[in-house]
């Protein structure tokens, strides 16, 4: 039985050949991204579960803390030396490791700070329905605020 095909696109082995072929050519980027990115990579490697998605909050800030240190190593001088000039400034690893603790924090605060959002939402939404049953049972009387009878069953207070 022939096993089905997921999506389509480039397969990873391809992207991963095309990504080896362009390190000689960016080398200095690839060492910048590398030292710079460890955050990032070390929330990839050590979260557990189906859904990670550490690595993409702590890689996406950690990654806005690195382009504009890239932007001056693609348009300044592209060579190791500029590169691991970067690496010895302080104020660039600073930056970088700061805006991944930035992201572990976004990472670590949001889903309590959601899960009490909904939760006050869900309250504020069943006081407002208990609200509008009580509107009613005045309006309709206490039938409109009583469980209906299953089809078949007796009446209540009938046995």
């Known amino acids: 039985m022939p096993q ?30 590398f030292f710079t990115m460890l955050p990032t990579l070390a929330a990839w490697g050590t979260e557990k579960g189906p859904h990670k998605y550490a690595w993409l909050c702590v890689g996406g800030l950690n990654l806005s803390g690195v382009i504009p240190y890239l932007f001056g190593l693609w348009f300044g001088i592209h060579n190791l030396d500029a590169a691991f000039d970067l690496l010895s400034d302080a104020t660039v690893l600073l ?24 939760s006050y939402t869900s309250e504020r939404r069943v006081a407002a329905m208990k609200a509008a049953q009580k509107k009613l049972i005045e309006r309709w009387g206490d039938e409109v605020g009583k469980k209906p009878q299953p089809a078949g069953a007796a009446p209540a207070g009938v046995e």
């Open 95 to 118: 930056v970088a490791y700061g805006t991944s603790a930035i992201g572990w924090l976004i990472y670590m605060v949001m889903p309590p700070l959601v899960a009490s959002w909904l």
């Open 4 to 33: 089905k095909q997921h999506g389509g696109g480039l397969n990873k082995g391809v992207v991963l050949m095309i990504l080896a072929a362009l390190v000689p050519f960016s080398l200095p980027t690839v060492v910048v991204l």
